[in-house]
């Protein structure tokens, strides 16, 4: 049995979709705000429904299933339905006093008809929270789900039938033949949130339509670490960021640049740190995923394979076990520049880590780079922070920490160039799936009593 949304399935309910749009385009704040209260309840009837199929899908702890996909999107839906009255409200901009008469403002109108597209790394955290800020904008959505998440796919399903008609919200389930069906219809706004790569077919796609995009890709975010640190809470840090979900997170460290300095404590203190964390065995921990599928799994055990046999020494993990998925936390060093584990994104349990002897050896190593989605730098001297941040770019930076500016609910999330287009979350999410129209609302009058033909010198005069 195909275990995707069939084509036909998907036409018909786009076209109801599109039919309908106009009809979800009027619905007031309360309305929208109702549904999300309802979305909210859903979800919180199917929590253990979530973190089971989370644990199917690639072994994901109930703890950080809570953490990183349930309560994300529980804030997402609380901060949307407290305010959603004043994001959707029109704000003035400053008037000018040439143009006297005009009340200038922005008004927020729904795009229309949208189309998400997620991966499968945060399954469920992901299509919710794309979800939600769409929602509270007022269009209607096609959800396309990852292929690789068929357990988190089939409760999403469940809560979202409980919730929305199909008219307004859609899931499809697919791979490439059914997104590039999707891809070929027309969006008013397309959300696209997975690889730098497919990122590119997706933005090819809207240009046929000119619809609106937002790209969440991904990229190679560095940790650097400079002077005058707490070593050891600093390799705590990289360590959380970085094993999370077994590293399959867009904004984890992809490789740690370290003063050569430190040298002679940080092999040891990655052994001692990671030993605590996951035990002697961390393919007994309770609490380390698994990698998605055999896929990335080939990868990333390629990776690995090559910077090892070009003469890489690992200094902790370096396991793998091919029935389960299991690639042990690896930290590795004496990398080859040109090495896959130095040049791709690795998305997975393995750092790479690299000495640099100046800063500016350091910043000529990312600036090499496309822009990474996130920059981790940590150092409590001000300038050492100051100069990384002025001479890299990166979707966000987050300062002797990682990871939590994600979290922070008045920050945007998103990329720069290869690493993405647009904004996501709270109100860059309503935003982001919003028109921003401008509107020029002349009180007194109109500018043709003052600039009229024939063109005279006390026209001129009137307008300087
Ligand atoms: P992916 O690009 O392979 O897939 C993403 C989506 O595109 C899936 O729904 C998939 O079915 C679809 N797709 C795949 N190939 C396609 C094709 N040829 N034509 C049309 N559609 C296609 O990404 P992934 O492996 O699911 O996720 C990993 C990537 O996502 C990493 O690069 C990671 O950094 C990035 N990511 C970014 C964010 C963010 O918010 N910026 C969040 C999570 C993951």
Redesign the pocket.
């Known amino acids: 049995m195909n275990p995707y949304t069939v084509i036909h399935e998907i036409k018909r309910i786009y076209e109801a979709q599109v039919g309908s749009r106009a009809h979800y385009k009027q619905k007031d704040a309360r309305w929208r705000q109702d549904i999300l209260r309802k979305l909210a309840q859903e979800i919180d009837r199917n929590q253990d429904k979530v973190i089971n199929a989370l644990a199917k899908d690639f072994r994901k702890s109930a703890v950080e299933a809570e953490v990183t996909e349930l309560m994300p999107v529980q804030m997402e839906l609380k901060e949307a339905i407290r305010k959603l009255p004043q994001w959707m409200k029109d704000r003035s901009v400053k008037r000018s006093w040439k143009l006297f008469s005009i009340k200038p403002y922005l008004h927020y109108e729904p795009k229309g008809n949208s189309l998400i ?6 399954p469920f955290q ?1 299509p919710m929270s794309h979800l939600i800020a769409s929602i509270a904008a007022g269009n209607t959505i096609m959800l ?5 998440s068929p357990h988190i796919n089939a409760v999403i399903r469940i809560i979202v039938q409980a919730v929305f008609e199909e008219e307004q919200v859609f899931i499809v389930e ?3 033949e ?3 069906f ?2 070929g219809l027309r969006f008013d706004q397309i959300h ?8 590119k ?2 933005m090819q ?1 809207a240009g046929k339509f000119l619809s609106d995009i937002t ?5 190679k975010s560095p940790a650097i670490v400079g002077p005058k640190v707490h070593l050891q809470e600093v390799i705590r840090n990289i360590i959380w960021a970085k094993f999370v979900n077994a590293g ?4 984890a460290p992809d490789y740690l640049l370290i003063d050569i300095a430190y040298q002679d404590k940080v092999a040891q203190l990655f052994k001692t740190e990671i030993r605590r964390a996951f035990g002697d065995q961390p393919e007994l921990s309770p609490d380390f995923a698994r990698i ?1 599928n055999d896929k ?1 799994f080939d990868r990333l055990v390629q990776a690995l394979t090559e910077a090892v046999e070009e003469g890489a020494t690992t200094w902790v993990g370096g396991d793998v076990r091919a029935e389960e998925r299991f690639i042990a936390p690896t930290v590795i060093t004496d990398l080859k520049p040109t090495t896959k584990l130095l040049q791709e ?1 690795i ?1 997975g349990p393995i750092l790479p880590v690299v000495f640099y002897s100046s800063i500016e050896e350091a910043l000529q190593i990312i600036q090499e780079k496309e822009k990474p ?1 996130a920059l981790y730098v940590f150092s409590r001297q001000q300038s050492f922070v100051d100069q990384v941040i002025k001479h890299t770019s990166s ?1 966000s930076v987050c300062v002797n920490d990682a990871m939590v500016q ?1 979290m922070h609910p008045y920050l945007p ?3 720069v160039n290869n ?2 287009i647009g904004q ?1 979350f709270g109100w860059y999410g309503f935003r982001a799936f919003s028109h921003e129209r401008a509107v020029a609302d002349v009180k007194l009058m109109p500018l043709s009593k003052f600039f009229w033909f024939p063109y005279t010198d006390k026209t001129k005069r009137m307008l300087r």
């Open positions: 597209i997620t991966p499968w790394n945060y992901l396309k789900l990852s292929e690789f697919g791979a490439k059914e997104t590039t999707l891809l696209f949130t997975g690889s730098p790569s497919v990122g077919i997706v796609a790209l969440e890709l991904g990229g399959q997170t867009c904004i998605i990335q994104e998305f989605l979707g994600v999330f998103g990329g690493s993405g996501s």
